[in-house]
């Protein structure tokens, strides 16, 4: 695919380097505009030796080419790593005062802003409303980061991680309508990853949920525009989504705690965390060791069942008109496939939506595509097609934005 990468004159321009490379690196063809400021923080050089492009950053260079409209023509997108304020206001106003605005003015393919800059500038009237603006224009401009800025401020107004950007882009270029501001004003609650049950100091029975789906409808929901809390239990090393509240547990008990404290008045609770169904009764103070103590069995207790349990409390008036969204990694058995083990969990379970995944041979754990099935309480069954654990993600949130009160 044809990407442009422009970067305005901040800071973060550096981590524009490792975005293009990325791009590169998966087989894209990337061209870098610059803008004038840009190029006071990176030098064009690094941008032509990434790229294999070359790099200009006006209309008057190269003009039998026309780049000013050619780039933006036949671009499949155009990512804005960093966004300044300067430049964002400039894009919202239809400028073309560079090759940059120029090649987003005749770009009619996704548009990706990526903003970075300080918390008064990202909080003043006058960027909102450019942010608004760009959006009723089609584009989509992620939630930043909240962190360290220039200096030693903190706040939100930082510029995303790379791979978050790339994330993003990638799902835009596999979906282009997958990131409306469909949940603004909404608060979703997600869990993720694998939970783990202590046997002694040192060992523990886990499972091999990797947290990248939870993490993927975390990052979708907060950049379309809901107030996620994420609550994660072991992941593999997966950067913080940008824009979110992460809340970290260990044991099911811990989620369960967690989800009750977070879940009452949310619009909705996405249960994407693989719960361990059982935990060692006893936890041994020391390590459990070879010899004449050794356990032959190692006693179970059944833990918590926290989807039903959410289910219950709304049931019982202690939650609110919250959507719920189970998930079920199946595989299937003597008894039955899949879909006959999730139509039967669904039932049981009493939740809205139940997604559902077929386990093992490579699938779903630890990579980074998923595919299976979508299930409402009404009966309805559609296949989630194969693709990014982001384009599943951006699909379960399609289905349950009807469910939303
Ligand atoms: C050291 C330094 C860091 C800057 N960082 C940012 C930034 O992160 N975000 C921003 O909006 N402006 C930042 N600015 C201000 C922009 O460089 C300035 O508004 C410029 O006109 C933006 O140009 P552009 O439209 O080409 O991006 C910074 C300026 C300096 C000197």
Not at 42 to 68: I, M, N, R, W, Y
Not at 110 to 135: C, S
Request: aromatic share 4%; glycine share 10%.
């Amino acid at each position: 695919m044809r990407i442009v990468v422009g970067v305005g004159g901040g800071i973060a321009a550096y981590k524009a380097c490792a975005l293009v490379r990325r791009f590169t690196e998966t087989g894209h063809q990337v061209r870098v505009i610059p803008t004038e400021s840009a190029l006071q923080f990176v030098g064009k050089a690094t941008f032509e030796a990434l790229s294999g492009q070359p790099v200009s950053t006006s209309v008057f260079t190269d003009v039998p080419e026309v780049p000013h409209v050619r780039i933006g023509q036949e671009a499949d997108l155009v990512v804005i790593a960093p966004a300044t304020a300067d430049l964002m206001a400039r894009a919202a106003q239809g400028r073309a005062d560079d090759l940059l605005t120029a090649t987003l003015l005749t770009a009619r393919c996704p548009v990706l802003f990526a903003p970075a800059m300080h918390t008064e500038m990202w909080e003043h009237p006058a960027t909102v409303a450019n942010v608004a603006t760009l959006r009723a224009h089609g584009a989509t401009v992620m939630e930043p980061a909240s962190g360290r800025l220039t200096g030693t401020d903190t706040g939100p107004g930082r510029l995303p991680e790379p791979e978050e950007i790339f994330g993003l882009a990638s799902l835009l270029l596999e979906r282009p309508d997958a990131l409306p501001r469909d949940l603004e004003g909404r608060r979703v609650i997600i869990t993720a990853g694998g939970t783990r049950e202590p046997l002694d100091p040192v060992r523990f029975l886990g499972n091999r949920s990797s947290g990248k789906q939870g993490y993927a409808l975390a990052r979708v929901a907060a950049q379309r525009g809901a107030s996620v809390t994420l609550i994660a239990g072991n992941t593999v090393e997966l950067a913080p989504p940008a824009a979110v509240d992460l809340v970290h547990i260990t044991t099911a008990e811990q989620l369960a705690t967690a989800v009750d404290k977070h879940a009452v008045g949310a619009d909705a609770v996405i249960m994407a965390a693989a719960v361990a169904d059982f935990r060692p009764t006893n936890v041994a103070a020391a390590k459990i060791k070879k010899g004449a103590n050794e356990p032959d069995v190692i006693p179970l207790t059944k833990n918590p069942d926290i989807l039903a349990g959410l289910v219950t409390a709304r049931t019982e008036g202690r939650l609110g008109d919250t959507a719920i969204v189970g998930f079920a990694a199946e595989t299937g058995d003597e008894n039955g496939d899949v879909l006959t083990h999730a139509r039967a969990k669904l039932a049981r379970k009493g939740c809205d939506l139940l997604v559902v995944n077929a386990v093992g041979e490579g699938k779903a754990f630890e990579v980074d595509t998923n595919d299976g099935w979508l299930l409402g309480a009404d009966g309805t069954e559609s296949a989630l097609d194969h693709g990014s654990k982001a384009l599943l993600a951006s699909r379960v949130l399609d289905a349950l934005i009807p469910l939303l009160h």
